[in-house]
Every structure is written in structure tokens, then in C-alpha cells.
């Protein structure tokens, strides 16, 4: 199995307060990777130095073989790993369509109509002002936008936060589908059946360490248990 991005001792935080404190994550090539655990173990900030917003104090991280511990955010996404985070992150003043024009226009590819026939309860909504759409749909759009990239890796942070089971089951499958089309996925969340169905890989994060990595159907008979 190749490895697609393998994170090296990586400790990072914020201002005097270090989160990650030596993690080692191997993130294979053209699989889904869970990343979970409970509020403030430090999957935001792993997937945040993962796409490069959070710079590591000490350690390193290669995609591919390439030492991109430096690289920017912008480059990393220009070469396909993009984030897509947990606050519902799309330009709330601009329609939905304007949205996805600027996506691929800043990734040369101009063509938007991937994201829709990806999601086509956008095209409906196409000019309609992204701040008034509803959860759902707002993580569809930020989901499209990055499909747009046309992505290698794919960083998904809280697929599901605040949104229905329904909507929540219909964006997991579709995640299912853009990892079968061979795209590396690493989703982070909570202890969710959905998310252990999706991944083939399991790391659990406990304060800034992994506390467990291996097959999620390792953990499935505890998954309503406390991590250790
Ligand atoms: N922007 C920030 N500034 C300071 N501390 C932060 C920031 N973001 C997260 N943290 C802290 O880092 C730790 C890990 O947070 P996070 O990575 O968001 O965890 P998770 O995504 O697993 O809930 C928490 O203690 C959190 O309070
Ligand atoms: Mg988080």
C-alpha cells in the first residue's frame, strides 16, 4: 500500500499552547482515513497542518515522497489537497454560482458543471446568495467547490456537524463515491457509524496523540464508549 501523505512527529498549536505533541499519521494512497475522537482532541488542527494553514513547530510532513513541510496552502491546493473545513466555508454574500465561478476559475478549471451534476440541488439555487441556504446545502457547496479543484486528497472536516441524518447520510455517500473514484479522502469526526463505514483506516486522537490506529472494525463494538 502507498502512502499518500505520512506526517512525521508533528507538533503544532496555538500561541503558547501546543495541541499536537509528536503525531505520526500514514494516510494511504486512494483510501478514506478517519480521523476521530472527541471535541478538542486536535483533528482540526491535524487537517489544518495537513493543508498547510497551521505551520509545524517541529517535525514534517511528505506527499508523495516530497518533503512539503513549507509548502503554502495555496500551492498544496493548486496540486490537489483540499481542505474542506467545518465552518461552512463559502462566500455568504455571493450567489452560489459566483461561488463556483471563483473556484475554478482560480484552479483553471473553468467549467462548473461537475459540482452540479455532483450536487444537483445546487443548479436550482444557482442565484441564490450562499448566506441563505440552509446547512445542507451549504456544506454541498463548500463539498463542490473543492470537487471543483478536482482534488487528489480530500480533507473533510465534520462532515456531518449540525445537519440531519438524512442530509448527513446523502453527503457520506457521496464521499463514498469520490474516494471509489480513487481520490485519498481523510475525514475527521466524532464517533459516528457512518464515518467508521466510510473509512478504511482508523486513527483515534486523544489530546493531540493517537491513542489507536487500525481497522475500524477494531473499535466498532466500544464506538459509544469513551476513548482511552
Ligand atoms: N484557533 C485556536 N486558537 C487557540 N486554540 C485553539 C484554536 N483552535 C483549536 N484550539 C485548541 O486546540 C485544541 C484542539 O482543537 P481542535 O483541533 O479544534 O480539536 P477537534 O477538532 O478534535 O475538536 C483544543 O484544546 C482547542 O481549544
Ligand atoms: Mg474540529
Known amino acids: 500500500m502507498s502512502a499518500e501523505l505520512i506526517l512525521t512527529n508533528a507538533r503544532a498549536g496555538y500561541r503558547t499552547i501546543e495541541v499536537l505533541h509528536g503525531l505520526d499519521l500514514i494516510i494511504p494512497t486512494g483510501k478514506v482515513t478517519a480521523l476521530l475522537g472527541v471535541n478538542g482532541a486536535g483533528k482540526s488542527t491535524t487537517l489544518r497542518v495537513l493543508a498547510g494553514l497551521l505551520p509545524l513547530r517541529s517535525g514534517s510532513l511528505t506527499w508523495q515522497s516530497k518533503t512539503i513541510t513549507t509548502m503554502s ?23 452560489v454560482r459566483e461561488n463556483l465561478q471563483i473556484i475554478a476559475e482560480a484552479t483553471g478549471h473553468h467549467d462548473i458543471t461537475p459540482a452540479l451534476e455532483a450536487f444537483p440541488r445546487l443548479r436550482e439555487r444557482l442565484t441564490q446568495r450562499a448566506g441563505t441556504l440552509s446547512g445542507g446545502e451549504r456544506r454541498m457547496l463548500a463539498l463542490a467547490r473543492a470537487l471543483l479543484a478536482r482534488p487528489r486528497v480530500l480533507l473533510v472536516d465534520e462532515l456531518s456537524l449540525g445537519l440531519s441524518p438524512k442530509v448527513a447520510g446523502e453527503l457520506f455517500a457521496w464521499l463514498g463515491t469520490v474516494a471509489d473514484g480513487g481520490t485519498t479522502v481523510v475525514l475527521a469526526d466524532q464517533y459516528t457509524e457512518e464515518a467508521l463505514g466510510l473509512a478504511d483506516i482508523v486513527y483515534v486522537l486523544h489530546r493531540g496523540e493517537c491513542s489507536f490506529v487500525g481497522d475500524p472494525a477494531e473499535l466498532k463494538p466500544t464506538v459509544s464508549a469513551e476513548p482511552v
Open 73 to 95: 496552502t495555496l500551492d498544496r491546493a493548486r496540486r490537489g489537497l483540499m481542505l474542506v473545513p467545518d465552518e461552512r466555508a463559502v462566500f455568504a454574500t455571493l450567489t
